[in-house]
């Protein structure tokens, strides 16, 4: 396997890994805040949509860690 190949998977890999984790942290922390905010429970489209948006950040934000991490490393 070319180092080429192998950065990518473990990029990839890594991606996987950490993104449901993240992901989850980032949802909950973001219905928080709006709840507090608010001063009231979320509606299910509101944790809907704040569930859609933890989702886009999070694969931005697993994705440039993952890179970085794997050429620091590798």
Known sequence: MGEDLFFIVSV???????????????????????????KKKLTEIERKLQLKRARFISAILVLTFSYLFNLQIL
């Open 12 to 38: 990839v890999i890594l991606s996987v890994v950490l993104y449901f984790p993240v992901n989850k942290l980032i949802w909950v922390l973001s219905v928080r805040r709006l709840e507090k905010k608010s």
